[in-house]
């Protein structure tokens, strides 16, 4: 039978199950990803399930995201992940050598393989023809242990690109376009498949643009073929042995299909507050901007920096304008250095940023208050720039270098400049001098640990009935970073009870403290959500904490994918509304009791929940496997490893 790309790939990595749509499987994972800010909690949780090395064929640990040192606790979880990373053969890319997903794609990603990373922008590897997967710090534990990775095996989209991206029309733009076709919500169990003519128009890190963003819309991946532009891109980088060609069969079935002609796509923004709220840019044009961040992991590429490079040749930037650069790599950075490229951004007036996530995840560069900036990032949700009046603008790097020039929202077609056509490096420039390779001698590494380092907390099994109060209701669409902020409160990552006071900060700072005081009196904590719960990262710290503050379920209409899969592996029940009409029935502060919980969920039966406050009752379910059933009832995966164990 005919096969899709994903079906080629995942097949002959299946351990558990078979390739049936819909179905869980679990898979074996070729390389690992993590960084430092969902790092710590990850490798403490390795530490815990006693292997003395990772059983990958590659594992990476990356300093991307708490690279700034304003106090004891970033420097002190880097030295932490440094010398585990030495002793249980990882490689430590250390701070400054740039963003995970950047790196990962110039030096190490493989077409064909699976990569299981701790950060929900892991698929950006698709890019190369993986299979890459964001996950929570646990699942990503249990990969380096050597156990499968579960998912539900997942529904093809295929889109089908067509044509050619005009001038002043890039990689952003097309995957902006998907999120106005799909949105960032619905998509959960889906992965998308770009075939067509118009793949070929675009390289490799264009591609990875497209295949980043993926996770905006909720799919589990996204994935292009490997052709010859991914031979070449392989060749650069020195690695043309790790190519392989991979491309669908002719003919194979896919779940949904959808066509885009690049030809026709202008440019696109993703206005506040989410990155699914797409507009032209022309319908916004004209409106003035405070502050332009050029990078991420999204656009921070070579030829992302070049073409912003050769708009601002000899122009300065505008002077109501704050204009940051930083770039994805260390790799990226030294190139612009040596072709003396960086001196035009510099001498347009940009403040380049180290080679991090930075302005991207929050912890600096925050805009005024109510401040306008635009972006070339992926999250634009309320409060993650740091300043929760400000409005955050999602665009390609084309369109910020335009509102760099003119200090507003700006089309860049309605400039009147001549199109920078950017090549292709035949040779990037290769200095892998900041990975520290693991330890030939690991028993003679002795684990860093500073004070801001805990032990990974662990949960209690699942009561027989919970016995709770509605601590918060909240409405559809909250993220992760709504439940638990990063940013400047990122530096608690390794510190579960000050990073918990946090929980829903942004929403209702006193929630930590109405959960405490139901906890001391012996009640559970129980969250009430709509549709799309947990978007956005993969932080388990969205769990953790909530399970800390005696979370014991979340009851939604919907949930996302990772953030499903992070509440069971910490003993919290991802709980679905039965008729999503019940959820207009309940009010912060109810009473409820959920008798026979464990009983219930070992049946696999739906569950009766007693509003005691309103006087009513109404049903829940559960999408859970076998598997994950008992995990919940164990209180997570820890407690169910060692109980196997
Ligand atoms: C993000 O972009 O939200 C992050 C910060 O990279 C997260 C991971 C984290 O919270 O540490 C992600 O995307 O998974
Ligand atoms: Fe870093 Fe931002 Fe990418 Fe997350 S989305 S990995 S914070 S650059």
Known sequence: MERTLTQKVLEPH???GKYMPGKEIGIRIDQTLTQDATGTMCYLQLEAMGIPKVKTELSVSYVDHNTIQAGFENPDDHKYLQTIAAKYGIIYSRAGNGICHQVHLERFAKPGKTLLGSDSHTPTAGGIGMVAIGAGGLDVAVAMA???FYLTCPKVIRINLTGKLQPWVSAKDVILKVLEIFGTKGNVGCVFEYTGDGVKTLTVPERATITNMGAECGVTFSIFPSDEVTRSFLKAQAREMDWIPLFPDEGAEYY???????SELVPLIACPHSPGNIKKVEEVAGLPVDQVCIGSCTNSSYRDLMIVAEMLDGKQCHPDVSFVIAPGS??????????GVLDKLIAAGARIAECACGFCIGNSQAP?????SLRTSNRNFLGRCGTK???????SPETAAAAVITGKI?????????????KMPGQFLIDDSMFLPPSPEPEKIEIYRGPNIGEPPVNDPMPEKIDGVVTIKVGDEITT????????RMKYRSNVPKYAEFVFEVLDPDFHKRAEAYKEQGKHNIIVGGLSYGQGSSREHAAICPMYLGVKAVIAKSFERIHAANLVNFGIAPLLFKHEADYAEIDQGDELEIPDIRQKIANGEDITVVNKTKGKTFMVTYQLSERQKEILLAGGTLSYMKSKA
């Open 14 to 16: 299946l351990v558990v």
């Open 146 to 148: 050597g156990g499968p």
């Open 256 to 262: 949904k299909e959808v066509e885009i002609n690049l």
């Open 330 to 339: 260390r790799q990226v950075l030294r190139m612009l250095a040596e072709n």
């Open 368 to 372: 005024r208050s109510n401040g306008i």
């Open 389 to 395: 009046s400000a409005q955050v603008y999602l665009v």
């Open 410 to 422: 700006t089309d860049p077609r309605s400039l009147d400049l001549p199109y920078p056509e950017i």
């Open 481 to 488: 970073d709504h439940i638990i902020p990063a940013g400047s």
